[in-house]
């Protein structure tokens, strides 16, 4: 990648330092810890005095309205606010009463005397010339939708990209993203799932062969070069500011965007000033589809699968104190069979429960059956290689939590939720189980079957909207 620096305007600002390009790679577009950067003190030093960053407490300290007393916190990475998760602590490094924010914790300690720095240097001109190796065709409700997506871009208008599983969301934006790279433009795809960063990175990869992405999550590899095109869990997007020409929200309905204000203040924090936001989900929420109406965003609807078959129809079935037999040592029956019958056929299965605790009980018993069956959720550290043998065809199936109701593609796999009614299935989240069935052409399809102690109003909802949208795309 060639770089362009202003010298000439700007050699006498920077006193005559040229920004090594590994230093600018890394910090351009981001707000970092000064203290866990991964260049030597005195480098840094030398960058700060030279004008090359600017830096930011971690922590700021607003006065409080006059109606209150005391001070008010906020977070400059995550743009936490609320005071109720910032604490008071005796800091060792700097020897005084410290203040941390307790939102970002787990992406490490933010506190008063902590310093980020930001990127204050020239900027890199990213290639405008790529190579799009797809070979796909799409069809006309794909057409336009990709369309409809890459008009709203090009006018730096939000849009909501609303399709059901299955409808090829992931090659619709392929055409808006080259036109972005053609343009020279940044662009990050963000999604609140690591399993759906670790699903598109690859398929991103090989359609854009030569452009530098890099894929940002908990536990990513070391990655070189200034990426053009970022994929990333929704987290990560707090180390980025005013960074991406485009950012796109796959999944943007999903556990815990929805659920965490800082992460959705995190998007539009990323973002350049003006630049356009593309949300894309299978089950946006009212509050998504007020905004869009609101605000007058651009908006594509696509209610049938790419291969033009309907979504199949979950089925609902009893199984009475289904908790209380496995806590007993024993598999209901009906689940037992209905897995028998997965494994005589040798269809690859998922199996979602509604609890760590009950699906930890429930492997050994599923196990005696057959001994390859194991279960995976959101701590385990082996996640991506089970969803990859199971893909490979090597083990016959997955019992799992909610982390894998989207963003995962398993071909003819065959679905069941044990617990339906349990209130962390809600009916987004049974559309979106619902929807790893069916996806391939050639098996479209696959059994889906909930499992129930009692029909809840969010199993009904679930599927009144599946056959809604079936009825939609029939008539498309």
Known sequence: MKYILRRNRESKRYKGIIAEPEIRDFFLGKIWSREHAPFSKEKLDCYISRSFFKIKPAISIKPSSPSLFGKRYFCNRCHNDNQREFVEFDCARCGKACVYCRHCINMGRMSCCTELLVWNGPSGIFPKRHVFDWNGSFTVLQQQAAEELRESIGRKRNHLLHAVCGAGKTEILFPAVFHCLRKGWRICIATPRTDVVLELFPRFQKAFPNTIMHAYYGDAPEQKGLAQLVIATTHQLYRFEKAFDVVIVDEADAFPYTYDRSLQKAVWKARKEGAPVAFVTATPTSELLTKVKKERWGCSFIPRRYHGHPLPVPRFEPLWFYDRQIDKGKLPKKLMHWTKRRLGREEPFFIFFPAIPLMEKAIPLFQEIHPDICGVHAKDPERKEK??????????????????????????????????????????????????????????????????????????????????LNKEGFRT
């Not at 989207?406 to 809600?426: P, W």
């Not at 049974?430 to 790893?436: A, K, P, T, V």
């Open 387 to 468: 969803v990859m043998k199971l893909r490979n065809g090597e083990i016959p199936g997955l019992l799992t939590t909610t982390i894998l109701e989207r963003g995962v593609t398993i071909k003819n796999v065959q679905v069941a939720v044990v617990g339906a009614e349990s209130k962390i299935f809600t009916s987004g989240a049974l559309i979106q189980i619902s929807g790893r069935a069916g996806r391939h052409a050639d098996f479209p399809n696959g059994d889906i079957v909930f499992f129930h102690h009692g029909i809840s109003v969010e199993m009904d909802a679930a599927r009144n909207e599946i056959l809604r």
